[in-house]
């Protein structure tokens, strides 16, 4: 493989990628020698590649140029893959201050067509993460409203591979994770309790259906995303927003919640049988399990199940410590969203 026209901590980021993928995928075949071999080559590729980063940062010429903000993002990427928490929050944070040297999130987005991909992942992985951090901790350049209309403009019409959300409720995510954030210090506010209400009516009115008749190249597991991620979203939007008590656990709402995430785990035994798509449903089954604490043994067994298959095929641990976390807030006997979560995440395979 050649890496002539990539910087150095490109190149240890690349090599500490496969190195992170082919442990995960072969971990149970080799034996202990082998396995402490291939992490302390990961690491040592990882140390190089952080090493190459803040040489790049501290160099005057080199510190906010593409190629040293693409080496960023690329090892964001890389430890999101290797580590759901807490690593993601310290390089995101890093990124976003070189990316406003540049003139802003929006100006960069606008201006950079090499770093316009990296971008739209990094803005992605910045949503997703907040919606498994705390409220009151939310990175508020990914759960500000002013991202609703860049993101829309980057996202488009289509799918991004590691997420597969249709669009309007990839929106909808950015606002219930705005009104977590507002909700954690003001929970008896009416606007907000109406804004809330306002938000879950919008979530209900979306149509999967005409989402996949509109879409520009409709699929059969088109439909099962638009239902899977209208359930997921519907279920975070009251499991969290009843955490910060903007909505209220009233008999209705929990029925709700609960039809939803009876409807999310009955679509995703559909989506873990399609190789198009279960390769990127971390986030809906980590909902799904969320709301499993209140459903079945049967249902906790197949998120537990999934989860612990998809780490082997996507070649991540990042679904084993979904597992693990989903594990112990089970076992907590406490059912609320933020109790689930004791740091951030990024569970974004």
Known sequence: MAFRDTSSSVRHTICYLTLGHRIQQLAWQLDEAALVEERSRLYHHRGEAMRALSEDISNDRSQCTDTTILSVLMFLFADVRQFAAPYWRYHLTGATQLILLRGGLKKLVRTSAMLRPSLLYFMIIGVMGNTTSSASDQIPATSNLDLIDLMAE????????????????????????????????????????????????????????????????PRDEWHILGRIYQSAILVYCISSLQSVCLLPSSTDLNNMKAAHGSRLLLQLRKAMMSPAIKKCMTWPLVVAGVQAVSLSATARTFVTQQLTEMSLDVGSPIPLTARDVLKKFWDSGNTAWDVCFDQPYAFVS
């Open 154 to 217: 980057a996202y488009g019409e289509g799918l991004f591979p590691v997420l597969f959300c249709p669009p309007t409720l990839l929106l909808d995510i950015i606002r219930i994770n705005h009104l977590r954030m507002q909700g954690s210090t003001n929970p008896t506010d009416e606007i907000l309790q109406t804004s809330a209400y306002t938000l879950l009516e919008q979530i209900q009115s979306f149509s999967p259906e005409q989402w996949t008749v509109t879409s520009a190249a």
